[in-house]
């Protein structure tokens, strides 16, 4: 009985040709949903094509004309070779268009170059087509194992399907269709089923190089808080040998502190309503060699198979950390003394403070006044003048508990806090450690081998009984130690309500400020800004000044804070930015027609609904460019309405009005106002610059703020530029502009407008073009 006529042979077949067309379209639909896996389509094709020559062989004889069923297997078993050699070309990479334009002339010359020879002789169809076959499986073959590794065990099994069917060929008799039938269809299924394993294998393979081509860590964790993916950049960060070794650990082993609840609350911020991502979050994470890492994490939601999970961006945030860091101690250290500043005293009793209240405790504020110290720096100089300030400190701390602060407030003047006590214990208990003080001054000093007698004033202020805020405590101490001073040096006072004298000054500065504008009581002053190289003088500031006809002068100091208090600060402002735009106007067609001016603006401003209107009107009369004015801000007013203070900013800069912030260093010195309020230029504070010649810390801190600016593209101001020293050093750190008495006085407009023609005249000397 024949093959064909077996039952067996046929089920067989038909079991066979089932296989085949379930596995190569398996491939099909591989390439239908990765278009980009175009070897899976030409191997898909090529398995298809071979599979309908053996049907139509084996099937179609009586039914098919004999010249006809010659013609398309020998069609058939072309196209599956040419499948099955495109295939593999375009997954080792080879695979070029002009392969492609010569594949349907190839594919019709060679099926030609078959049906002659079959036509010629029958009994060749069989034979041939299993070595012509064969020889593509064992090329195909050889081409995977010699190009990927990953893929040898498949490239091996195409080999021996090639030499199988080879051999089949040469030997293969009636009696051994059988066993012929049983072996290449094994060797069938498992090279195709290899053939979709390399197509998934490459799609996953690019996925995973896709997320280890990131620059930072990227892993995939489940609602348990386990790990599924991870990058090499993950792994590295964390100190891991490979991505793999981080896969099933729990997120409780890399952040220390994190329990499986917590890890249950993170994802429940994904399904909270109206949630942007990615969600930002930052982390000391704990690495394998026992070191911790900053990081930022962004994480973000992706559903798989209907379940949750979170993609984890990690970014090292070392760096960043660490000039914050160095920020932060500039905010907060002083550079002279090394103990703490103005603003960390004030959030220290601030919390200090709200401690006493909650326990029905008390507090006292000492400020120190060193006497005469303004004669030991005019005698000797600012580096002696620093090392008093720096012995006089470590004396001071000497002296106190370990719970006591001490503060630098600024130039001369200390402030201790004595925190915790007893109620009405606070006055005795300040009254006696200030005794202590003036004691301790009294001894007198040594410096740069001079001795020096250098006494103390402290004025004294208790919470509750003189105040229940920071400021006010620091204020009343502030009145007592002027009131020390009053009735000698080395004195201690302390507050009671008869020394609030500076309160009354503000009711009378309120009062006269009424209709001060209306009779002209204020005219501007202009500060020359020149550049740090050239010299040239491209900016100048607007300074405020009053000569009140009850009171005289008055400075700034005094009555602005007071406006500011009874909201004036408004309506001064106002006509501050017309007076300095129409002064603008007036020097068109001068030498400073290209000047940028600049105006501060106080937190009360940016509140003002129509203050960017006055803004574009105060510009548009005076026919102003808008990028010749500049706004000061400090960071309170920054910090103090962040949301409104950035809708405002954004409409000033869509004007083209510069955004400068002032006495940077002095306040919260943060990295993130930098970059959040675009600002254009950054006024480095003169607490910094007067120290830069002698003070090798405040040289670096100034040096650690330009270089961040440069970084930022922020313009760079020095303020308070005092010494040609000062300029010189400021300049070789490359610091834009400088501004202070070394420059210019702030003068009137007609003395200004001769400052600028010198300077002029002194540039184009210089810089001859």
């Not at 409780?252 to 609840?261: A, E, V």
């Not at 760079?716 to 006085?745: D, F, P």
């Amino acid at each position: 009985m024949s093959m064909n006529a077996d039952p067996s042979f046929l089920t067989a077949m038909l079991v066979e040709f089932t296989a085949d067309t379930i596995l190569s379209a398996l491939l099909i639909f591989l390439w239908l949903m990765q278009r980009k896996e175009k070897h899976a389509l030409f191997w898909g094709v090529g398995q298809l094509s071979v599979m309908a020559g053996g049907v139509l062989w084996f099937k179609g004889t009586g039914v098919v004309p004999l010249q006809w069923q010659l013609y398309l297997c020998a069609l058939f078993l072309t196209v599956g070779m040419a499948g099955y050699w495109s295939g593999t070309q375009f997954f080792i990479g080879k695979f070029r268009k002009q392969h492609m334009r010569r594949m349907l002339p190839g594919i019709l010359a060679i099926s030609g170059v078959f049906y002659l020879l079959w036509r010629t002789n029958q009994q060749w169809l069989v034979p041939g087509s299993a070595t012509a076959l064969g020889v593509v499986m064992f090329w195909v073959g050889s081409r995977l194992v010699s190009v990927h590794n990953r893929y040898r065990l498949l490239g091996l099994t195409l080999i021996l399907r090639g030499g199988f069917n080879l051999l089949s060929a040469a030997s293969l008799s009636p009696e051994m269709y059988g066993v012929w039938f049983v072996g290449t269809s094994i060797l069938k299924v498992l090279s195709m089923l290899g053939l979709i394993y390399a197509v998934q294998d490459e799609i996953q393979q690019r996925y995973v190089r896709t997320i280890d081509s990131l620059s930072h860590g990227f892993l995939i964790r489940d609602r348990r808080g386990y790990i599924h993916v991870a990058n090499e950049r993950c792994a590295k960060l964390l100190g891991f040998n490979n991505a793999q070794e981080l896969i099933g650990l729990h997120s409780s082993d890399l952040l220390p502190g994190l329990t499986r609840q917590m890890s249950d609350q993170y994802f429940e911020r994904f399904e909270a309503e109206g949630v942007q991502y990615p969600i930002s979050d930052t982390a000391i994470l704990n690495l394998r060699n026992g070191n911790r890492l900053p990081v930022e994490l962004l994480g973000s939601p992706y559903i798989e198979r209907g379940r949750l999970y979170c993609l984890v961006q990690l970014l090292d945030i070392s760096e960043r950390k660490k000039k914050d860091d160095l920020l932060y101690q500039a905010a907060r250290i002083d550079p002279v003394t090394g103990f703490s500043n103005r603003h960390a005293l004030s959030v220290r009793l601030t919390q200090e403070i709200a401690k006493a209240a909650s326990k029905g405790r008390e507090c006292a504020v000492l400020f120190i006044d060193l006497d005469k110290f303004k004669r030991v720096n005019d005698s000797f100089g600012h580096t002696a003048g620093d090392e008093l300030l720096r012995t006089a400190a470590n004396r001071l701390h000497n002296l106190l508990r370990p719970d006591d602060v001490l503060a630098r407030f600024g130039g001369d003047e200390f402030i201790i806090i004595i925190p915790d006590l007893a109620p009405a214990s606070a006055e005795w208990m300040a009254a006696g450690c200030a005794n202590e003080i003036i004691a301790a001054m009294a001894k007198g000093f040594e410096v740069s081998y001079h001795a020096l007698s250098v006494t103390a004033s402290v004025g004294i202020a208790c919470y509750p009984q003189h105040g229940h805020d920071s400021d006010t405590l620091i204020r009343n101490a502030d009145i007592a130690m002027y009131e020390a001073k009053k009735v000698g040096r080395g004195e201690q006072r302390m507050f009671h309500d008869t020394m609030n004298a500076l309160a009354k000054d503000g009711l009378v500065i309120d009062g006269a400020l009424r209709g001060a504008i209306e009779a002209h009581e204020f005219y501007l002053v202009y500060q020359a800004i020149t550049n740090a190289h050239s010299g040239k003088l491209t900016k100048v500031e607007a300074l405020l000044r009053w000569n009140s006809s009850l009171l005289g002068p008055v400075s700034p100091d005094r009555f602005i804070p007071v406006a500011e208090d009874s909201g004036m600060i408004i309506e001064l402002g106002t006509w501050v930015l017309e007076q300095a735009c129409r002064q603008m106007g007036a020097w068109k067609k001068s030498v400073l027609d290209d000047v940028t001016i600049s105006i501060n603006v106080s937190a009360w401003q940016l509140a003002d609904p129509q203050f960017v209107t006055l803004v574009s009107q105060a510009l548009i009369h005076n026919g102003l460019s808008p990028h010749q004015l500049e706004l000061e801000l400090t960071e309170r007013v920054l910090i103090e309405d962040a949301v409104n203070v950035q809708t405002v900013l954004a409409q000033l800069r869509a004007l083209g009005v510069g955004i400068s912030l002032d006495d940077f260093g002095t306040g919260y010195s943060s990295l993130s106002y930098l970059t959040q309020f675009h600002l254009n230029t950054l006024k480095i504070d003169r607490a910094f610059v007067m120290d830069i010649e002698h003070s090798e810390r405040s040289n670096s801190l100034v040096h650690a703020i330009i270089a961040m600016g440069h970084s930022l593209g922020l313009q760079l101001v020095a303020e308070g530029v005092e010494t040609e020293g000062q300029a010189a050093i400021l300049e070789k750190m490359g610091c834009h502009y400088l501004q202070g008495y070394h420059i210019s006085r702030p003068i009137p407009p007609d003395e200004l407008l001769r400052f600028a023609d010198q300077r002029a005249s002194a540039a184009q000397a210089a810089y001859p073009i």
